[in-house]
């Protein structure tokens, strides 16, 4: 989303009041910043957690996170500072996106859908403390491994990270502080940036479309008072329709094509406020190529298969059905975008390092490295905790990845061969990051599938779980490094955004396990409440890498996809980096491949929100919207999310729907 018409307040009360320096003395790790932040962070990550399993798709929050921080601030004695609400954000973040790193939305859900007929081993469910254990496995690689990533791609190469300098624009904004020296290396268009908040589909985080940050005329941003009843309103509207759909099923399954297209081809249509929040985040260019996908997916290659024979069973089965055949062309596409967005970063990293380094270019380089760090040695993290925090995880999370599967799940060689893939895969997936705000960790997690379809053939569970392992590393490198680039902007200090992001990985493990072992006791996951569809992709390639067989005809299907949006993605990415300014409206292979993957219902809401974001801010303008929509879709969002809370709670305790009416297709929760 763009935050254009929040500088314009700025601009005046700069002009009225001396600057506020950012110089780094200010208050940063507080104790306050820190529990607000573990406070939204757990509110975030019962949200994602329900998200994930119904779509697949994370928000990183990041940008919510420090308005809502801001306005909780407010009702404080003392206003927080702009460094404790960088702290707070970064916090919140690292708590609320734990249902991603370890795997609750994809690779869990994945084990517990293994046949033991059919893989040889049964399904694999793990308990409570399992579930503990293998969290606290993969929880701090990618914490560690954040600092040394910091100082190359942001302090020395100074690369833009879209979304992070959106979130320390908005923060300078809401502390009426002057606009931050973003300092990115210079390309033609890189001035300020400013960029829609970072998503994630359970195992990849969607490009977000850059524009141009204008500085104008003066005017009003949104107000305490006004921030507060626009939340508020967002947040009951959103809470009080998903309790009504949980009531009565219908609600979100409604029938808008007919009963027949319902039952028959799964095309209903979900209202639900929480989907158009995502939308309005996303922008409409996402959500459209989102239902080009979905129309291509559903509405040509699901009759296509069904009625040649190719996916002769029940459209929804995902073994014999249609969505089980597009699920296959929906992984051609995630793998072609996210390797050929790859290639420019690889290329860039060995003319700078490679070529240099034997060409003996090193020399200039070195000689400026000091004089960038503008931290002093106290606020940095230093690096003997990184070097023993990097072999303590990876000593801990082999130990503890061995206790919880044991020899027949992955042997501990093969554990720590993915932690360092992870290593070497966040590098990539983090400067692919740094350059055009997309961190393809989907691509990222199919090589190291790849991989150990080599290391370890024919063990489906080592394949997934190495995947997994490798993934959560890139994954959530990418995401801190976005926080460290807001602090970076704020001047935070790094050493206490890693003390915050340590805490709230830590908290974020029993609140993730608890709230995943809540809802595997109250609803059948994968089932119809909580498809969690990236669960099948996991699995569906570790059978693919072991067997070699694909459904009938998909092939085909899948290299023409995936050559066509290679090419897209060449264009894209050359484009993007061109600054080119219709970029935007390229197709995102990613996007388009998430309409594959998810019924028409999940798509078809988020284009609501996303033509919503268009409307309003084609007629009130870049400059004069300000970030009040932010505002309502972060409501919206946070009050489906929160609620489905109490709904979780009426289902554990045997409250069930109190009517049925119009769910004759069938696809309603609750309802037989």
Known sequence: MSIAGCLRRLRRRVRQSPDTPLDGTQADFTIRAVLLGLLIGCLLCFTNLYFGLQTGWISMMSLQSALIGFLLSRLLRRPMTAQENVVLQTTAVATGTMPLA??????????????????????????????????????????????????QVIIEEQLAFPSGTATGQLISVLHQLPPPDTGVRQRRGYNALASEEDENIAYIADPQETDALRVSEPAEVVEDK?????????????????????????????????????????????????????????????????NLGMLVGWGILSPLSKYSGWAPGPVGDMTSGARGWILWVSLAIMCSDSVVSLVPVIVEILQKKVWRGIRGGDGEDDSGKESKEVETEDRLVPMKWVLWGLGGSIILGTGLVWVVFGDEGIKPWATLIGFIMGGLLSVLGVRALGETDLNPVSGLGKISQLLFAWIQPGNIVANIIAGGVAEAGAQQAGDLMQDLKTGHLIRASPRAQFFGQLIGSCLSIVVTTTAYTLYQRAYEIPGPSFPAPTAYVWLSLARLLRDGELPQKSAVFMVGFALVFGAIAAAKTYAVRADWPYAKWIPSGVAFAIGFLNTP???????????????????????????????????????EGVVSVVSLVLRTFGVGVASCVGCGHGLCGGCP
Do not use: N
């Not at 009843?229 to 219908?250: K, Q």
């Not at 033509?611 to 801010?617: K, N, P």
């Open 102 to 151: 370890a795997g609750f939305v994809g690779i869990l859900p994945a084990l517990g859908l293994l046949d033991e007929e059919r893989d040889g081993v049964p399904p694999v469910h793990l308990s409570w403390i399992a579930a503990v254990g293998w969290s606290c496995a993969v929880a701090f690689f990618g914490v560690f491994l954040s600092p040394p990533l910091r100082k």
């Open 226 to 290: 006004e921030g507060w009843s626009a939340l508020t309103y967002s947040f009951a509207a959103s809470g009080v329709m998903t309790l009504a759909a949980y009531f009565f099923p219908v609600v979100f399954t409604i029938p808008l094509f007919g009963t027949y297209l319902a039952s028959e081809w799964l095309w209903t249509f979900t209202p639900s406020l929480s989907y158009i929040g995502q939308g309005i985040i996303m922008g409409f260019p996402t959500t459209l190529s989102m």
């Open 601 to 639: 219902s999940f798509s078809l809401a988020r284009l609501i929100g996303g033509v919503v974001e268009h409307l309003y801010y084609t007629r009130v303008g870049r400059e004069h919207g300000g970030i009040k929509l932010i505002v309502v879709a972060s409501g919206f969002v946070l009050g």
